[in-house]
């Protein structure tokens, strides 16, 4: 059974930096593209960054130069490094990824619960 599982998420005032983590277990992620989401108050779903096959990632304009996805293979793990967070970065975030290999995030097979970041001015 497939699961992902996020951490990380805390309660930081403008400017400050947290990393989340969405950990895997039940299959391997090294040839899985995955991308972290992101739902605040009121807004729809968006999606922040991903991770493609071969190391390419794409980031949302709004977290471009402040957001950085990267994967462990070893820990079997996904990062995302937030630094100079903004109040408008608030919300739950999510890790999601493809059930199969080399898919390049078409269907998005897989979803952790989600850890909320809250920001403050």
């Known amino acids: 059974q497939v699961q992902l599982v996020e951490s990380g998420g805390d309660s930081v005032p403008t400017g400050g930096s947290l990393r989340l983590s969405c950990v895997a277990s039940?299959?391997?992620?090294?040839?899985?593209?995955m991308k972290w989401f992101r739902q605040g108050p009121g807004k729809e779903r968006e999606a922040v960054a991903t991770?493609?096959?071969?190391?390419?990632?794409i980031y949302a304009d709004s977290v471009r130069g402040r957001f950085t996805i990267y994967k462990d293979n070893a820990k079997n793990t996904l990062y995302l490094q937030m630094n100079n967070l903004k109040p408008e970065d608030t919300g739950m975030y999510f890790c999601?990824?493809?059930?199969?290999?080399?898919?390049?995030?078409?269907?998005?097979?897989?979803w952790g619960q989600g850890t909320q970041v809250t920001v403050s001015t």
């Open positions: 991770m493609r096959l071969g190391g390419t990632t």
């Open positions: 999601a990824a493809d059930k199969e290999p080399y898919a390049n995030c078409v269907d998005l097979d897989f």
């Open positions: 039940g299959y391997i992620i090294t040839n899985i593209c």
